[in-house]
């Protein structure tokens, strides 16, 4: 449960970040940078198969530009769509975490996939 909720504060961070001008590179950085050694252990992903994203864009395609990730240095746009995805690996468990989709806007990112940060049980 701790783990989901640090998972939640992160994309909240991030969607706060998510203005026109901002640069997907810094908002990564300013992300990777707050959290401690044990909780980046597994995080968004295991051992060495990790993603080295926190969101990307959403458009025609799943997956797009821009990528929250090193190297992506084009300002964010008003209005462009981002999926937002912290989750960290939990041996014995699998991915625990959170994935939205937020409209870029002044004021930060406007979530248009709902607000309810709860788990789902899904039991075999």
């Known amino acids: 449960m701790a783990i989901h909720l640090r998972c939640v504060e992160i994309q909240h961070q991030l969607a ?4 026109p001008g901002a640069i997907p590179s810094e908002i990564y950085s300013s992300a990777m940078d707050g959290l401690d050694q044990e909780f980046l252990r597994n995080f968004m992903g295991f051992g060495d198969r990790r993603a080295s994203f926190l969101g990307h864009g959403v458009g025609l ?4 530009m821009p990528v929250l990730a090193e190297g992506f240095d084009e300002p964010l746009v008003a209005n462009m769509v981002l999926a937002l995805e912290p ?3 939990v041996p014995g468990v699998g991915m ?3 994935e939205d989709t937020f409209v870029v806007t002044p ?3 406007r ?4 607000t309810n940060p709860g788990l789902i049980l899904v039991q075999g």
Do not use: M, P, Y
């Open 16 to 19: 706060s970040l998510l203005r």
């Open 61 to 64: 395609q799943i997956d797009e």
């Open 87 to 89: 989750k960290k690996g």
């Open 96 to 98: 625990v975490g959170i």
């Open 107 to 109: 004021e930060g990112g």
């Open 111 to 114: 979530s248009i996939t709902g």
